[in-house]
């Protein structure tokens, strides 16, 4: 990543520039450092040197090698958006985000190394998680310095999502609010549970329509703990439909997922100032226009 110096800047130290004009982090400006990754018009420079107006200050970003061996996964992935420092993927519903001991080779992170040919040094960045039995919208990262800047917008105004979930039973009230601390369930590794003592966690929700036994419900997070909306739900007596840790799972309509999809990402690109507005309705959710997804909570 390179950075023209302004004339304003001229006097400053190569560290001031990439932590103040060129938004670095801290861990990030230690490694380049102490690996010889800092340039100054090309040639390699200590963080203190100094800088004078139309000096190119650049930093080459050493990463670690992925946890396991990538291996090409021959998923067909939509990707709606994308540029040079990020990209937008719809993850299909049961499949992992990212490669693991039990999905080594299975997961978006294997699919999303096959669209791009797998190159020799393919990083894998999502700024966004999504559960393996949730579909969506995610935002992958295509450098460290935008994963780093796009983090910084997580839980912001500047980086919103909302989900459609597909509920067993319907909240008896159509719009509101669930203000439901969550925590780890003792005794388990997995599982969440509503509780005094856990975090805050807010979930803004609003009924679309209600149909065969339950509800299709949009929802937008105030806070991102760990299943919190389908914690959430479940806790009011509407889990997702197909929810096998919080619900009843039906493996015949869902596989090896549920009704929960993130269906709506509005964001500001960090390095060129775009908005991106995406959308994605799941087949579940038929007949839903997309400007519902952006219609404001009451």
């Not at 040094?121 to 966004?128: A, G, T």
Request: charged content about 25%; hydrophobic content about 35%.
């Amino acid at each position: 990543m390179e950075y023209t110096v302004k004339p304003e800047e001229g006097g400053r130290k190569v560290r001031d520039i990439l932590r103040r004009s060129m938004g670095v982090s801290y861990t990030a400006l230690k490694s380049a450092k102490w690996n010889g990754r800092l340039g100054l018009n090309g040639q390699t420079v200590r963080a203190d040197a100094m800088v004078a107006p139309g000096d190119l200050v650049s930093i080459e970003w050493a990463e670690d090698e992925p946890a396991y061996p990538l291996k090409p996964y021959p998923l067909e992935i939509d990707v709606p958006w994308q540029d040079e420092h990020l990209m937008v993927a719809v993850k299909p519903a049961g499949i992992a985000s990212q490669a693991s001991r039990n999905h080594p080779e299975d997961s978006l992170e294997n699919a999303v190394f096959a669209w791009a040919g797998c190159p020799d040094n393919f990083v894998y960045r999502p700024v966004n998680r999504l559960d393996k039995g949730t579909g969506g919208l995610m935002v992958i990262a295509r450098t460290p310095h935008a994963q780093h800047l796009m983090q910084r917008q997580l839980h912001t105004p500047a980086f919103r999502r909302r989900y459609l979930a597909l509920t067993d039973g319907a909240p008896k009230e159509k719009e509101g609010i669930l203000d439901y601390p969550i925590m780890k369930m003792p005794g388990s590794t997995v599982k969440r549970t509503v509780s005094a003592e856990g975090k805050p966690s807010r979930t803004r929700y609003r009924v679309l329509r209600e149909e065969d036994g339950g509800a299709l419900i949009l929802l937008e997070l105030e806070t991102g703990r760990t299943h919190q909306i389908r914690v959430h739900l479940s806790h009011i007596g509407c889990p997702v439909r197909g929810d096998f840790l919080y619900g009843t799972e039906r493996p015949e309509e869902y596989p090896g997922c549920f009704a929960l999809h993130s269906a709506m990402l509005d964001t500001v690109h960090p390095l060129s100032g775009e908005r991106i507005r995406l959308t994605s309705v799941p087949a579940w959710a038929k007949g839903i226009e997309t400007d519902v997804l952006f219609m404001d909570f009451d």
